[in-house]
């Protein structure tokens, strides 16, 4: 399967630091995605890097991918509280559809 | 900014009873995805459509569940006769022209089976 593994499984962190989380997959990609999603609420889409790139930023947002490894980090710089969601990875392999992970839960603290 | 539109946001149903889920995707999207997640669980792929047909579906989606886009608007899921398991939040999702770059979900129907 390609799907993807976050790990931590959950995070609790205090305002103002930095989270990081880690997703692992099996097969190649295409690209990878995270998402996010507040307490019952949909996903929503966060960012997106290609088999072809190492790393990405949007705004406090620094994605990196590892296709040698197979895995890619999630870093949240100056974490808020609004931060708290859970955050999943995506992967997408060629003509399939989009498979998630498990999620990471994040806690920030105020 | 234009989102994926679900109803109803929760739908109770007995046990062997059919439920229609239902979607409005964003409109200019050409391609459609039901998700599913049980609480505090991973988001399961159910199916994917594009032009009219199934393009992708997952082991989950078996002879119990159907799709259907009836007009321009709308894209369905139907579960024939529910079972306890099919316990969950439905997510629909849309994406534009190319396929799974960035999908929009919508905010889910959560369907409880008794």
């Known amino acids: 399967s390609q799907q993807g593994e976050e790990d931590p499984q959950a995070l609790s962190i205090q305002e103002g630091e930095n989270a990081t989380m880690n997703c692992s997959y099996k097969t190649s990609i295409n690209n990878l995605q995270w998402y996010r999603q507040n307490s019952g609420r949909g996903l929503v889409h966060l960012i997106l890097i290609r088999s072809n790139e190492r790393e990405k930023h949007s705004g406090r947002l620094r994605v990196t991918l590892d296709t040698s490894k197979k895995s890619s980090s999630l870093l949240i710089t100056a974490s808020r509280a609004a931060d708290t969601a859970s955050y999943f990875c995506a992967t997408h392999q060629a003509g399939t559809a989009l498979i998630f992970g498990k999620g990471t839960t994040l806690s920030v603290s105020s | 900014e234009p989102e994926v539109t679900q109803t109803p946001s929760h739908q109770v149903t007995q046990m062997g009873q059919e439920v229609i889920l239902r979607c409005v995707p964003i409109s200019n999207h050409l391609y459609f995805y039901w998700y599913r997640q049980i609480l505090g669980q991973k988001v399961e792929f159910l199916v994917s459509?594009?032009?009219?047909?199934?393009?992708?579906k997952s082991e989950i989606f078996d002879d119990q569940f159907s799709v259907e886009r009836p007009d321009g608007s709308n894209f369905t899921l139907k579960i024939r006769s529910t079972k306890l398991e099919d316990s969950a939040m439905y997510f629909c999702?849309?994406?534009?022209?190319?396929?799974?770059?960035?999908?929009?979900f919508g905010s889910g129907t959560q369907l409880s089976v008794l």
């Open positions: 459509f594009y032009n009219n047909e199934i393009s992708e």
């Open positions: 999702a849309s994406s534009d022209g190319t396929a799974t770059e960035k999908l929009f």
